[in-house]
């Protein structure tokens, strides 16, 4: 069983939890748009992660704080803050969510593995702007389905692939905002090879920005991922692990090379 299914297994778990806790929680504060932010910069933008821990790494920062973490990445200049809810293989929540939510003005994503609309709903209850949705977990006719349902909340939907057959599926249900995940989510292993395949196959000439994720460490990857025509960046465990938060994030905000027509 790979790390994904190990995940999935325990995600529809907690989906039928939720379903069974009443939410009367509605958050209704307005973020600036993601996608917005994202088509007019000049510069790689830092999409900045609040994340303790992960299957592959282990504990990248035990007991740290969200709410302090976000302020320095807002404070630092990050176009957007993740936060991580999952809680059995990531070690968050979506306490942490709201609480950062509570703090911060900037647009704001959950980061988690989410598979029914109770999760959409959780998100947007804690203040989310943006979600997370992976191809590589969801069916052709559930990715559709979320996507449609959290674009009719509001929210903004990043939509993560890992190669090109994933980026059809996204262009698909017109994804806007396609993440591509370095890592492999079976085997967890990082290469920025990937954000380059999937830029070779990339339109990015019909409205849509190109994020890349996991595996950037400093300025020479973020200018490698740049070069390919990504325009942000979702970075976590090496500002997780940084002693200068804004060091760290604003060496990364190199100069974009390719512009979107």
Do not use: W
């Not at 969510?97 to 999760?119: S, T, W």
């Not at 989310?128 to 903004?156: F, K, P």
């Not at 960046?233 to 979107?260: F, I």
């Amino acid at each position: 069983m790979t790390i994904l299914n190990k995940i999935l297994k325990e995600k529809y778990k907690e989906v039928e939890r939720l379903k069974e806790t009443p939410l009367d929680i509605h958050y209704s504060i307005e973020r600036p748009s993601l996608f917005e932010k994202l088509i007019q910069t000049e510069h790689l933008q830092v999409i900045a992660e609040m994340k303790r821990a992960s299957p592959s790494k282990g504990m990248i920062r035990e007991g740290a704080n969200p709410v302090k973490q976000a302020l320095q990445y807002e404070q630092a200049g990050a176009a957007c803050i993740s936060v991580l809810t999952d809680t059995p293989f990531f070690k968050g929540s979506f306490a942490d969510l709201q609480a950062v939510a509570n703090a911060v003005k900037i647009p704001l994503l959950c980061k988690d593995f989410i598979v029914d609309e109770v999760q959409i709903d959780r998100a947007k209850a804690a203040g989310a702007s943006v979600i997370l949705l992976i191809v590589a977990a969801l069916e052709d006719q559930t990715l559709g389905r979320l996507h449609t349902y959290a674009l009719s909340l509001g929210l903004e939907v990043l939509v993560e692939v890992h190669d090109v057959e994933e980026l059809s599926r996204a262009i698909q249900i017109d994804a806007k905002l396609i993440g591509v995940n370095n890592r492999d989510l079976k085997t967890f292993t990082v290469d920025l090879q990937r954000t380059e395949e999937v830029a070779e196959a990339f339109s990015f000439d019909e409205n849509r920005i190109l994020i890349s994720e996991s595996g950037i460490l400093g300025s020479i990857d973020a200018e490698r991922v740049s070069e390919a025509g990504a325009r942000a960046v979702l970075v976590g465990e090496s500002l997780m692990r940084s002693d200068s938060v804004e060091e760290a994030l604003q060496s990364m905000q190199v100069p974009l090379k390719r512009r979107v027509r």
